[in-house]
Every structure is written in C-alpha cells, then in structure tokens.
C-alpha cells in the first residue's frame, strides 16, 4: 500500500523541517557542552576571579584559575592586527569594487579567496620558521614569537573576510546614486568618499566586526606564534598566551573532569561569548544596511 | 572649491594607495608560497608520499599523514553535504518568512562564528566522551563535519537562489508536487553550483587542526588507520607537533616544510578547482 501524494509530501516537509533545524541543534549542543563541562570550575573560583584573576597556574598546587592575562592577551592580539587588516582589507575592497579594471579585478578576486582559503597552520609555521627569526634579528629581540608577530600573521587571515564582505557592500550602492554624483561634477574619488562609502558604511562595519570576530577564535596562528606565555604583556614584542592557544596548548594533558579540564571549558565558554556578541553586533548592523537605498537618500 | 588639479591629484594619491593595499595581497601570498615551495620542494619524493615515518618521525615518509588526511575530510563531507544541502532546501523552497525562520538562519550565522578551538572541546565533550568514540576517526569526522556545515548550507543555498522561480512555477503548473518539482528539477539544475560547496568543504576540513586536535588526531599510530574507530595522524597536526613539540625539532624541519607544501598544494588546488567552476557556472547564466 502506497502513501497518498499529500501524505508524502508532508513526509518530505516533515523531514527537511528537522533536517533545516541541525545547524541551531549543534548550535545548543556546543553551547550545553561548554556549560556542562565548564561550570563546575565555579565551585572552585567565583566567576569574578576566573575572568579578572591574572595568575594562571592550572598545575600549580594550590592551582590558580585566574584568566584576565589570557583575555588581555586575546584583545593585544586581536586589536593590534584589526589595526593591520581594516585599513588593507577596506581599501583592498574600494580598488576591486570601484577602481580595478576587469581583468585585474578577475586576478585579485581569486587570489584574495586563496588566501582565505589557506591553512591556519602553516600560517602559523610560516610565523614560527620565517617571521620570528626574521623579528627576532632586525629588531634584537629576546623572542620573534610575540604580539607583534602573531598579529601580522592574523591580519594576513582576517583581511580576505572584511575585503569580500565589504567589497559586497560597496558594490551593492545602487549606480544612479554614484551617477548622479559624478553629475554633478564630483571627481571618482570625491564620489567614493562622500557619497559611496558613507553609504555602505553599515557593511563595512559589519565586515570589519566579522573579522574581528574571526581573528578571536583563530587558534593555531596564536598557538604557534604568539609565544605562549601567560602573563600581562608589557610591549607590542611581549609573548602572550591568548584564550584559544591556551584550550589548545593545555587540553592534552588535563586529566578528565579535572578542574584544570573544567576551566579549559570555562575558556571555551568565555571564547563564545565573546564571539557571539560580535556575530549579534554583526547582525544587527547589516539589518540596518539592509535600509540604505533609494527610499532614504 | 579647489581648482580640479587639485582635485585630481588628492584623486591619484588615494587610488595608488588603494592599489598599493590590494597588490600587498599579491605579494604577500607570493612571498609565502614561495618561501614554503623553495624550501619544501627538496623534501618531496615518492619516498616521501607512499613510505611510513621513521626513525621517531626524522626520516622517511607521511603516508599515514596523507591517508588520514583524506579519510577525515572525505568523512567531514559525508556528514556535512546531507545535512547542508537538506537545510538549505528547507530554508529556501519550504520556510516561509516567520519567526523559526529567522531563529534558524540566526544559529547557522553564530554557527559559523564559533571558534575552530571551540568545536573541538564540543567534540570532545560530546562524541569522544559522552558517545563513547573514544579518540578516532569517526569522532574527528563528526566534529569537522559540524564545522563545515554551514559553509556548505551557505554555498547549497546560493545556487538554490541562482535557479529562476519560473523553473518552480513551471514544473508545478504541469501538476507536479512540490517534492516531485525540487527533485527532478531544482536540484538537478542547482547541482553544479553546489559542487562548488563540496569541494570547498573537502578544502577547509583537510587544513584545520583545531577541531580534530582533542577528538582524532595523534602524533604518531605507527601503522594506517583499518577502522573508523581507529586514531589518525593528519597533515595539519603532523606539522604542528613536529613543528613545536619534540626534540628534534630542527632535525624534522625538512619534513615539515615538504608536508606544509603538499598540504598547501593539496588545498589550493582544491580551491582552485571550486573557482574554476563557478567562474564556468557564472559564464553559463
């Protein structure tokens, strides 16, 4: 006896419903394993000496699970290469949305996506092996693998993101607008900077966020790069540990439901939040992108 | 106003800036390949491709390294492809405008911003331990097919965008069922550009590390993986260990230049390919 066709079609409906739910059910599945395997580290330290504690010795006995030095290290990392990857990434996206002719564009635009097709690890291997003896010499410094280096390797990963996705944006500014500015006698680059990127600056916005975003939960580059200490940094040449090195440095050798194992999940936990924010910031401002057309210029 | 001499030389300036910026981009992916080719290309054999380490890892080959690698990406796409594309075909033929549309493409978003690391601590908690699949094949296979899921929803879902409503309302006007419309003709049409997806799945589960750190990866197993539940040693983590950790570290570096290059090879490649697709699928349009 076969199905009647309604009856197979809401079978399929049915069917696709839960299948089109996986990505929020793995979503809460991270999120519940972060929270199950990383809340227990609470009844050791209270949540306000975890994240602003700066002594992280998770070995030690008596252990300390402090890990402000961690954030800290995280932000240097983070913030020094958006330093490096907004202004390259954004003015990479004005040459290929605006300026490059065709054929160009035709070679920039691949490369750009084998870039950000890369490996993170070799990216990180070429940071350890090239750039940190490199630093190192011309500089006399006591290590190459510090901030400065593992920013200028995650700025080489995070500007392919703000380029593509700001490059979409300045190319979604509808054309009458650029024509009716180049009209009334503005030059290409006056066009571009009073009228098109304000006007796709919400995109913008929302790329370089994306970046960022990127560039915190990014783990092999700073594993490898930024030197592994765990401390408050004093310079741009200072070793630092950021929150994914140390999950990915230390879980081999924390014992199962260890507190040591427990914090590492806290990390984890603390890393999502993180990312997450930036991700609903995102959000939120390309929402408001969405609104820039012809309704409101 | 600024007489236009004026005007056009601020003009120049801003645009060789522009070009300066997007041409660093060249050049520093040049510099890198370069830098891993020239120093990579000494180590590679066909010793080096089809022979097991050894030595402790100072001599001979990365077979194990190359299969695993393969194995765990071709794994990652297998769960990953299903799943992706069955989204995708919800998200754009089925759901409507509500508000469970919204909360699902909100997770996929925040999906794709989890941290690399974090998935792996996930797989750890959840298939290596809770599940019971240990250290293995299939654990690390899970964890990075989750990672690439929404890559491929992502990708499924613009070549689903690409096929014109009129195929649709076509094919429903001559009394097929919706199903019947999505089977023989919206996925047959939308199929090339979904390879597109497959294969840059393949591409990024061969080079990340961190997901499979905790949940397949090993340093060394001494022989090939013969079941999905045996622990692997992969490309990305082989150069990572040998790279940090060890005590020859400077004995190996050969070994690790010439994997870092069949690794870079084996990924752009792939990317490669996927451009070359769409470029030809846009061509078509």
């Not at chain 1, 230390?250 to 806290?266: C, D, I, Q, T, V």
């Not at chain 2, 497959?198 to 993986?225: C, N, Q």
């Amino acid at each position: 006896m076969g199905l009647q066709s309604w009856q197979r079609e809401k079978l399929v409906h049915g069917f696709f419903l839960l299948v089109g739910a996986s990505g929020v059910i793995i979503l809460l599945l991270i999120f519940l394993f972060l929270v199950r395997e990383g809340l227990p580290i609470f009844e050791v330290v209270s949540v306000v000496d975890f994240i602003f504690g700066t002594q992280w010795y998770p070995t030690y006995d008596p252990a300390d699970y402090g890990i402000f030095s961690l954030i800290v290290g995280s932000l240097c990392v983070v913030g020094m290469s958006s330093l490096i990857a907004v202004p390259v990434g954004v003015c990479t996206a004005i040459y290929l949305a605006e300026i490059a002719h065709p054929r160009t564009r035709s070679i920039l635009k691949p490369v750009i996506e084998l870039i950000e097709g890369l490996p993170t690890v070799v990216i990180g291997f070429f940071g350890m092996v090239v750039m940190a003896p490199f630093l190192q010499n011309l500089l006399d410094l006591n290590t190459g693998l510090n901030i400065f280096n593992a920013s200028i390797m995650l700025a080489f990963m995070a500007v392919p993101t703000i380029a593509s996705i700001s490059e979409d944006a300045i190319y979604s500014v509808p054309g009458h607008v650029k024509e009716g500015s180049m009209a009334l006698g503005a030059t290409h680059w006056e066009t571009i900077s009073r009228v098109i990127l304000p006007a796709s600056l919400a995109g913008i916005s929302t790329a370089v966020v994306l970046g960022i975003a990127r560039a915190i939960g990014e783990t092999m580059v700073v594993l490898m790069v930024a030197g592994g200490a765990a401390m408050m940094p004093e310079s741009v040449f200072d070793p630092v540990r950021p929150m994914p090195a140390s999950i990915a440095a230390e879980m081999g050798e924390a014992p199962f439901r260890s507190n040591h194992y427990h914090a590492l999940f806290a990390i984890g936990l603390v890393l999502f939040v993180f990312t997450f924010v930036f991700n609903l910031i995102a959000s939120w401002l390309s929402e408001r992108h969405r609104q820039v057309g012809e309704a409101n210029l | 106003m600024k007489p236009l001499y004026k005007r056009k030389f601020s003009q120049g300036i801003a645009f060789s800036l522009f070009r300066g910026a997007s041409y660093i981009n060249v050049l520093v992916l040049a510099v890198f390949i370069g830098f891993i080719a020239i120093n990579g290309i000494s180590a590679i054999s066909w010793e080096f491709l089809t022979q097991m380490p050894r030595e402790s890892m100072t001599e001979g080959g990365i077979l194990p390294c190359i299969i695993g690698t393969i194995y765990i990406s071709l794994g990652a796409i297998l769960v990953a492809f299903p799943l992706g594309v069955g989204t995708a075909i919800y998200l754009n033929e089925f759901a409507g405008e509500g508000r469970w549309t919204r909360i699902l493409r909100m997770g996929i978003i925040n999906l794709a911003g989890v941290p690399s690391v974090v998935y792996g601590l996930f797989g750890l908690g959840f298939f290596v331990i809770l599940l019971g699949m240990g250290v293995s094949l299939l654990a690390g296979a899970l964890t990075l097919g989750a990672f690439i899921l929404p890559l491929i929803i992502g990708s499924a879902e613009e070549s689903l965008r690409s096929i014109p409503q009129s195929y649709r309302e076509a094919s429903l006007a001559l009394g097929a069922t919706k199903w019947q419309t999505i089977y023989k003709m919206v996925l047959p049409a939308a199929f090339p550009g979904m390879l597109t997806g497959f294969i840059l799945g393949v591409s990024r589960a061969a080079g990340e590390t961190a997901p499979i750190m905790f949940t397949a990866a090993v340093y060394s197993t001494g022989k090939l993986p013969s079941s999905i539940f045996d622990e692997i040693m992969v490309m990305p983590y082989h150069i990572y260990v040998l790279a940090t950790a060890g005590t020859s570290i400077d004995k190996t570096r050969p070994l690790q230049y010439g994997t870092a290059l069949v690794l870079i090879c084996l990924v752009l490649g792939l990317n490669l390919a996927a451009i070359i697709i769409r470029n030809r699928l846009q061509k078509k349009l």
